[in-house]
């Protein structure tokens, strides 16, 4: 059961594993680092745009998105043997997609919260120092001792969390206005009776 749950819901298997300090990463290498990207920026998005409700400007978001790309490049390269698969570039490629997953999702839950929209403070020098600090967290997977594996593993898991309950408010943010706007039944008034005929005595 145990194996099944590895395998299948976190993606492990020795080989895809990054193993250090003697311990492994409960998820694949790129799994890890996704989940650990996520947890970066969501720690920055909490620490310093907590207030942000604004969508970031499509310029920026399209220049977030572009962190995705090399995640698939690698699988694609990897997938077709055009080269070996190495697990620190999974992880790397997994912690610059989740962090520009976050980036994207935050602010978009963020927007649903309330009707009174700030003005957005992420911009793309942010992003920049972002990004940079995710690599260079990133990098620890190549430095084999405890405190790299306690760090990832503790970013991973919360990044973990922080996606669920993202994605849950914001399932909920979308559906509670749906609901209140549909009918909630037949509301319409009760036809009364006629009243009695004044005429008739």
Known sequence: MLELLARYLLHWTPERAIWLGGQ??????????????????????????????????????ATTAAFCLPLFIDVATVRYGLRPPVNTIKHLTGVWFGSAFCCLLYPAVSHLTTSNRHSAPFSLRSLAILMAVATAISSLANWDRPLSYYLLESLAWFGFSGLAI????GIIL??????GKAEPGDTSPTRRSPPPDADAT
Do not use: E, N
């Not at 979308?174 to 609901?179: D, E, F, G, L, T």
């Open 174 to 179: 979308i559906i509670k206005p749906a609901a």
């Open 166 to 169: 993202l994605a849950a408010s």
């Open 24 to 61: 492994t990463l409960s998820w694949d290498a790129r799994c890890a680092g996704i989940y650990a990207g996520f947890g970066i920026a969501l720690l920055v998005q909490l620490i310093w745009h907590c207030h942000v409700k604004k969508l970031p400007p499509w310029s920026l978001m």
